[in-house]
C-alpha cells in the first residue's frame, strides 16, 4: 500500500519558473528521500532528509520536511526542461525492524515547457 | 563503477508461466530489494535481501520469491503469472542492512503478460 499522497499529481511550468511539490505520509518515519524518474527508466535518487533535519539543499533543490505534520516538499528553482520527469517521496519506516524498506508515494508529473 | 543492472530489459509471458528476473547490485552492496511499479503508480515494496536471507517482505503472495547470491545479486522469480503481474520491475541496492543510506535502483525490467 502507499504510504500517503503527493500533491500536486500533475505539475506544467515554463522553463526557469520555480517547482513545488508536497507529499505526506502516515508513520513514524527514519528519514524521507526524493527521487526523480524519466519516463520508463529506472529512479534517481535526488536527496535524503533525516527525521531530525528540517531542510536540506543540494543544487537547485530544497526539500523541507515537518514532522509533526508528518510532510514534506520539494522545491525546484530554476526549472529546465531536462526536469521534465516524475517525482517521488518515499518513507523509510522508523523501528529496528524496517531493514530499510522504502514506501512511496504516487508521484507528482513535472512537466517543464521550453 | 556499474550501477545496478537489471536484465532482461523486456519480457513477454503468457498467464501461468513462470519467469525470473535478475539483479546484479551496484558494487560495494550487500543489500537488494526488490519493487514492482504498476503504470501511473509508485513503485511497491516486494521483499529484501540481506546476507542471502529474504529479510523483510511486502504484502505480495507467496507466488513472489527470490534468492541472494554469495556474490550479492540477486533473482526475483514469480510463478503462475497473473495478467495484474504486468508491470516495471525494479531492482534496488544499498550497502549495509540497516543503513541511513540511499538506494541505488536499477532501469528495471518491463514485463508484460499476455
Known amino acids: 500500500s502507499q504510504q500517503g499522497e503527493e500533491d500536486p499529481q500533475a505539475l506544467s511550468i515554463q522553463e526557469g519558473e520555480n517547482a513545488t511539490m508536497n507529499c505526506s505520509y502516515k508513520t513514524s518515519i527514519n528519514n524521507l528521500q526524493w527521487y526523480r524518474q524519466n519516463s520508463g527508466r529506472g529512479l534517481v535518487h535526488l536527496i535524503l532528509i533525516r527525521s531530525n533535519e528540517r531542510e536540506k539543499h543540494s543544487g537547485r533543490l530544497r526539500v523541507t520536511l515537518d514532522t509533526s505534520k508528518k510532510s514534506s516538499s520539494l522545491l525546484i528553482t530554476a526549472s529546465r526542461a531536462a526536469d521534465t520527469a516524475s517525482y517521488f517521496c518515499?518513507?523509510?519506516?522508523?523501528?529496528?525492524?524496517?531493514?530499510?524498506?522504502?514506501?512511496f508515494g504516487q508521484g507528482t508529473i513535472l512537466t517543464v515547457h521550453p | 563503477d556499474a550501477g545496478v543492472t537489471q536484465s532482461p530489459t523486456h519480457l513477454i509471458k503468457t498467464r501461468g508461466q513462470q519467469v525470473t528476473l535478475r539483479c546484479s547490485p551496484k558494487s560495494g552492496h550487500d543489500t537488494v530489494s526488490w519493487y514492482q511499479q504498476a503504470l501511473g503508480q509508485g513503485p511497491q515494496f516486494i521483499f529484501q535481501?540481506?546476507?542471502?536471507?529474504?529479510?523483510q517482505r511486502g504484502n505480495f503472495p507467496d507466488r513472489f520469491s527470490g534468492h541472494q547470491f554469495p556474490n550479492y545479486s540477486s533473482e526475483l522469480n514469480v510463478n503462475a503469472l497473473l495478467l495484474g503481474d504486468s508491470a516495471l520491475y525494479l531492482c534496488?541496492?544499498?550497502?549495509?542492512?540497516?543503513?541511513?543510506?540511499?538506494?541505488?535502483f536499477g532501469d528495471g525490467t518491463r514485463l508484460s503478460i499476455l
Open positions: 535481501y540481506y546476507e542471502e536471507e529474504e529479510r
Open positions: 518515499a518513507t523509510r519506516d522508523a523501528g529496528g525492524t524496517s531493514y530499510g524498506k522504502l514506501t
Open positions: 534496488a541496492s544499498r550497502e549495509g542492512r540497516n543503513s541511513n543510506q540511499p538506494q541505488h
